[in-house]
């Protein structure tokens, strides 16, 4: 319950701010109202989005691509990438949060029709606990639909089994040679110092919440082997992120990989 007061309280006080900057002409139109981004991350929205662009296109971002984005919340990334995929490209997102697909469906899709989001139902201790295990989602594309994919802070939320079960799913999804890009958090004993304390300890990851186990997991750095296999994957390249106090553009650690 208090759980619940609080996400009601700061639902509440964001809907009043949101309403306020309605009435004095304040609001960013093309951005998702307050109320909507409580759970989409720390950080001014459109300049984190911005920066994921910018990592897509370094890893090799074409704007003809057919780009998955797995996990795409209220559109902190689709948003940047309506003026970067070409008319030949196209996006597709999806995300467990109706509230948040709705949004980008209205005001996404309506003005850019090659952008089209889908809500599904997968559990999770932190985003909702209702719908199919992870370990046994099925993503809703066809085979080798797409030529590049992402999943930004969302591997960060999701068990080892959830992992390895988006992990098989993107291989299936994506075209040979396409390319994968994904953040984590990797805590060996080098991050004693890092920025967060991923102190609940369960021997191949750590938690932040033991009561909340999916709101931010940290996996024991040998995991990166098994999450991307040889006989799946090639080129596989991690990036430190600056939340273990080091000098990087992201605050999560990145991973890219290319689909054998």
């Known amino acids: 319950m208090p759980g619940l007061l609080t996400d009601l309280g700061w639902y509440l006080r964001a809907a009043y701010i949101d309403l306020r900057l309605f009435a004095t002409g304040k609001a960013e139109r093309d ?20 920066a994921s662009r910018r990592l897509l296109i370094r890893h090799g971002l074409q704007p003809d691509d057919r780009v998955l984005d797995v996990g795409c919340g209220v559109g902190r990334v689709a948003i940047p990438l309506t003026g970067t ?35 599904v139902s997968v559990a999770n ?17 066809e085979d080798e639909s797409f030529d590049f994919v992402f999943a930004m802070s969302l591997f960060t939320h ?12 993107a291989h299936r999804v994506l075209r040979p040679g396409g390319t994968l ?16 304390d991923f102190r609940v300890d369960r021997g191949d990851h750590r938690l932040l919440s033991e009561s909340d186990p999916d709101w931010a997991v940290a996996f024991a750095p040998p995991l990166i082997d098994e999450f991307f296999s040889p006989e799946r994957w090639c080129d596989r390249a991690l990036e430190p992120g600056h939340w273990r106090n080091v000098a990087s553009d992201e605050f999560q650690d990145v991973v890219v990989a290319h689909r054998i």
Request: proline fraction near 6%; aromatic fraction near 16%.
């Open 31 to 50: 951005l998702p109202p307050l109320r909507l981004r409580k759970d989409v991350g720390l950080g001014d929205f459109r300049s984190i989005g911005a």
């Open 85 to 119: 995929l070409s008319p030949r490209g196209s996006y597709e997102g999806f995300d467990v949060n109706r509230s948040w697909i709705r949004w980008c469906q209205r005001n996404i899709t309506r003005a850019h029709p090659r952008f089209r989001f889908k809500a």
């Open 125 to 141: 201790t932190h985003y909702g606990r209702g719908g199919v295990d992870p370990s046994r989602f099925r993503f809703p594309y």
């Open 158 to 169: 999701m068990n080892a089994a959830g992992v390895h079960q988006y992990l098989r799913e």
């Open 181 to 196: 890009v994904a953040s984590f958090f990797f805590a060996g004993d080098d991050v004693a110092d890092a920025a967060l």
